[in-house]
């Protein structure tokens, strides 16, 4: 297909006799735009389940403005989202857009401004804005138009709202559907897997809702089969094992589920409230409860005083709201009470950006309680680790008797991903409480001197009346000012993360086992990284990488694996200093957070690449950023 | 005892059968370290007689607290105890009764605890109503960390944070609490008054909700001259009297003024909360039909294979 330079769209056409022209294709990227509240994001998320449901690999990113209602027609509105499909797994969001629907030209613009669309992108695009009653908006078109013939794009005009004006008298309401149906006929997907994944998505509403949303779905479907010329084939392998396919944080919450955690207790911040509002939906039906507190501080208090009563609990939120619960952090360490944390990382300092993605909340999950308190911080890669890190949250917690906090950004929050159904295991559900009686002379912190274990007494235990307390104390839970108890407590807390390091194996390198540069990540950016290491791979350069899952305690085995590579750095999504700009030495350098621990716990000279893009790295950036990083490199 | 709804059954806790008794020396803890003439060794007292009159388990017993000479309170008993952060008792309380309603929940706040730096979750816990003894131990000023001023200090009150006297007026807990939607209970008693105090812990641990008792006392160092005329001079003080509140016989000769004020009038509760012309003991407000957030949130039972079975079928909307 040519790329189309004229500066107004096509119009679109039938089909040539012989019928549309197929490409047939390993993966294929597709966005979806409108202004804020027309439903992209909603028509987005349904075409990547249903392309999983498929067999097809997915992978989805939201584009999330961050106001409610920006104004509309404006770069600043465009809402969206990006879905890659693939015959493989897809892992990431990938560089570009091949094809694009768009529900105006100023969101395009937004997109193409972000140099997110490919060269030769594809773009169907709703037309009444090119021959509107408004001279302004006319003119704005015109002018976009002209801005978007820089590049080879090819625009196909679509009536959009003529054509759904036909079944609903809301097409601002319906327009998503039928660009659910363009896209459904482009890629050649099946019409009932699309219908039953719209009937999913609007259980909760009345049944016409779901139904006219079909309607909608069917004429967009219709309009593509009468008027294009091209279709795209992503042929699919269906998988071996079963599948399902939810977004990180339904996938978190389905986690807490099956983990035996039967208290969720949160205050609402974006991006995680989403985890909540899922549990809110079935939670009950397994005998748990979320409980929506006053503030943040009281929904880890209330998670806390469940830990303390016999449960394990957990609170879910994001970086501000982590903030406000260090000091709960600091109590839960001290008396050694379970807590899981899920912490669904956005933008910061400060309110930050609260809808997008950053990885900025590791160093304050380690450190961001007064004193020494030692916390396990992990952190999911993928969707499908969300589920899993849960659980396992859940049994470091109850067995160390310590806060683990789990770390999810909004890229995995919102993304959708289809990975194998998990079989779950009866021992992960928690029984009741254990009400066994205490044997005289045991003491609330009988610590084991070796690995600073004890066992939990449980209010309701017979002869294991104490009373817990965030002074600092000794074995009876009785307080105790004087040096050995202090540094004795701090040695048992500090121990117990010692003893779960020597149970995990070290990481696996992906790639060589030795080279000239390890790559290191952690988070969300396992996929684009891996995409970037085999490009560069296929390029000569001697490249691997390696992605943690444990952040504290650390992954054993660190210091021998980095000493294979003539080079070792970090790629992350948060802020680190450029060397070169003014004033950055390597001596006031501030390094990306993950270096830092790096640095400090290997006394490797470990480099960082860092973004803060408010988006997820694509596999091209993270690419530049190795060949700046190679050994020997000029930057 | 366990509710047949509750998610607890099985789980070990003594049956009906259970033949031991306790005296309030078995609830005795670690010897109280606060200064002679504390208030809070009268309250200490005061609960543990109600604890053995009761009769109360000591392992299903559970007394949270936060930070302040009060919060110190749970150290000084053989129960469950957590004496937890400054201000935030009441979510800390709210978790373990609403996972285990089998267990008894007692909550001691110092002033500035409860009233300061805790009383957003002062305000929500009245509104939950969840089954608890509250207890405001309110001496008027911050003792534990040497003399700062609190929300409760009276007007003009020197400290050493307001070393030219305090600013404001202080604020009235016991308006404060009646003011919140769902209020149940609130009451006020006082240290120097040891068989109104007992008796109004008795109403309150009795009371089906969430009970606030405001326990009026004088700290030795800092404080040592408030309610000193009502101290002095019974007739400053009116007893609320009625038998759905607190009643004491033995003070009616001590205690002349004594005014019949029935419970359940949340109007004239808030007038009499005022107290712009007297001191008040007794219980302002009571209402047991206020909705509890506990038994609003009471989940039944799913042994693992069923919550499995429940989770198949939810795994399964999402299948491939």
């Given at each position: 297909m040519s790329g189309s330079t004229t500066t107004a769209p096509r119009r679109a056409r039938s089909p040539k006799a012989g019928g549309p022209v197929v490409l047939r294709v390993p993966e294929h990227t597709t966005e979806v735009v409108s202004d804020s509240g027309e439903g992209a994001q909603r028509c987005g998320q349904i075409f990547g389940m249903v392309s999983a449901k498929m067999g097809n690999g997915a992978w989805t990113v939201e584009i999330i403005p961050a106001e409610i209602q920006p104004p509309a027609r404006t770069p600043g509105s465009a809402s969206g989202i990006r879905i890659r499909i693939g015959t493989r797994p897809m892992t990431n969001w990938g560089d570009a857009a091949n094809v694009v629907v768009a529900f105006n030209e100023q969101v395009l613009l937004a997109r193409h401004r972000l140099d997110a669309l490919a060269e030769d992108a594809i773009i169907l695009i709703e037309d009444q804005w090119e021959t509107h009653d408004d001279e302004d908006i006319r003119k704005q078109w015109a002018e976009a138009m002209v801005e978007l013939s820089t590049r080879g794009y090819r625009i196909i005009g679509v009536p959009m709202e003529t054509q759904c004006l036909t079944v609903t008298d809301n097409p601002r309401k319906g327009k998503n559907m039928f660009a659910l149906g363009l896209l459904c006929w482009i890629y050649g997907r099946d019409l009932d897997v699309a219908r039953e994944a719209i009937r999913l998505q609007f259980r909760k509403k009345a049944k016409e809702v779901a139904e006219s949303n079909i309607a909608l779905l069917d004429l967009g479907y219709g309009w593509a089969e009468a008027h294009l010329d091209f279709r795209v084939d992503v042929p699919i392998e269906k998988p071996t094992e079963p599948m399902v396919v939810m977004n990180g944080n339904q996938t978190l919450a389905m986690g807490a589920i099956a983990s035996g955690m039967e208290l969720c207790a949160m205050y609402p911040i974006t991006p995680a409230t989403s985890v909540s509002h899922y549990l809110g939906e079935v939670f009950e039906d397994f005998g748990g409860i979320v409980h929506q507190a006053e503030d943040e501080i009281a929904a880890v208090g209330v998670a806390i005083g469940a830990g303390y009563a016999g449960k394990v609990a957990f609170t879910v939120t994001s970086g501000p709201g982590l903030a406000l619960k260090t000091e709960f952090l600091g109590l839960a360490t001290m008396t050694e009470v379970p807590l899981v944390v899920l912490d669904v990382q956005r933008g910061g300092p400060s309110t930050g950006l609260p809808t997008k993605v950053e990885q900025g909340d590791l160093l304050s999950s380690l450190f961001g309680a007064p004193g020494d308190a030692p916390k396990v911080v992990i952190a999911p890669a993928t969707i499908e680790e969300c589920f899993h890190l849960v659980i396992t949250a859940r049994r470091i917690a109850e067995a160390l008797r310590c806060v683990v906090i789990v770390l999810t950004d909004a890229n995995l929050a919102t993304g959708v991903q289809p990975f194998p159904r998990p079989q779950f295991d009866p021992r992960w559900q928690s029984g009741p409480p254990d009400l066994r009686p205490v044997a005289e002379?045991?003491?609330?912190?009988?610590?084991?001197?070796?690995?600073g274990l004890s066992r939990r007494f449980i209010p309701g235990q017979p002869g294991g009346m104490h009373t817990l307390t965030g002074l600092s104390h000794d074995e009876a839970s009785k307080v105790a000012y004087d040096p050995e108890s202090h540094e004795r407590g701090c040695a048992m807390r500090s121990r117990k993360l010692a003893v779960l390091q020597q149970t995990l194996k070290p990481p696996e390198v992906?790639?060589?086992?030795?080279?000239d540069l390890l790559v290191v990540g952690w988070g969300s950016t396992k996929g684009a990284i891996e995409e970037a290491v085999d490009r560069a791979r296929a390029q000569g350069l001697r490249v691997s990488s390696l992605h943690l899952r444990f952040l504290s305690p650390l992954e054993p085995g660190l210091a021998g694996i980095f000493a294979r590579f003539r080079k070792v750095a970090t790629v992350e999504i948060n802020y680190s200093d450029r060397l070169g700009d003014p004033y950055i030495t390597k001596e006031s350098r501030r390094m990306g957070q993950l270096a830092f621990l790096l640095r400090a716990a290997t006394l490797v000279d470990v480099d960082c690449w860092t973004r803060v893009p408010g988006q997820p790295l694509r596999p091209k950036q993270i690419l530049e950023g190795i060949d700046a990083m190679m050994p020997g490199s000029q930057r | 005892m366990t509710q047949p709804s509750c998610s607890f059954l099985g789980c070990g806790v003594m049956d009906d059968d259970d033949d031991r008794s306790w005296v309030m020396e078995d609830y005795a803890g670690g010897?109280?370290?606060?200064?002679?003439?504390?208030?809070d060794h009268a309250i200490l007292t005061a609960v543990e007689r109600l604890l053995e009159a009761e009769q109360l388990p000591p392992e299903r017993t559970v007394f949270v607290s936060g930070i302040g000479c009060s919060s110190r309170f749970p150290h000084y008993l053989t129960t469950y105890g957590f004496h937890g952060i400054h201000g935030r008792a009441l979510p800390i309380a709210t978790g373990v009764k609403l996972r285990r309603p089998d267990l008894d929940v007692f909550v001691v706040m110092g002033d500035g605890d409860?009233?300061?730096?805790g009383a957003g979750h002062w305000i929500h816990a009245v509104r939950y109503n969840v089954k608890m003894v509250a207890l405001l131990l309110d001496n008027g000023i911050y003792g534990l960390t040497k003399n700062q001023t609190s929300p409760t200090t009276p007007q003009g009150h020197t400290s050493n944070t307001q070393p030219r006297g305090s600013y404001l007026v202080p604020l009235n807990p016991l308006t404060a609490t009646l003011g919140v939607s769902n209020a149940s209970f609130v009451a006020q008693t006082a240290d120097w008054i040891p068989a109104h105090l007992y008796a109004t812990v008795q109403a309150a641990f009795r009371h089906n909700g969430f009970a606030f008792v405001r326990v009026l006392q004088r700290c030795p160092q800092y404080t040592t001259d408030l309610f000193e005329a009502a101290v002095r001079n019974p007739d400053l003080v009116e007893m609320l009297v009625h038998p759905d509140g607190v009643e004491a016989p033995e003070l009616d000769k001590i205690f002349k003024n004594r005014r019949v004020h029935d419970p359940k009038d949340l109007d004239m509760g808030r007038h009499l909360a005022e107290g712009f012309d007297r001191l008040r003991l007794g219980v302002f407000f009571r209402d047991e039909s206020r909705q509890r957030y506990d038994d609003l949130r009471r989940q039944p039972v799913h042994t693992a294979q069923e919550k499995i079975a429940r989770l198949n079928r939810e795994f399964d909307k999402y299948a491939v």
């Open positions: 002379g045991v003491k609330p912190y009988d610590w084991d001197p070796e690995t992906y790639g060589e086992p030795e080279g | 010897v109280p370290k606060w200064c002679p003439g504390c208030g409860c009233c300061s730096i």
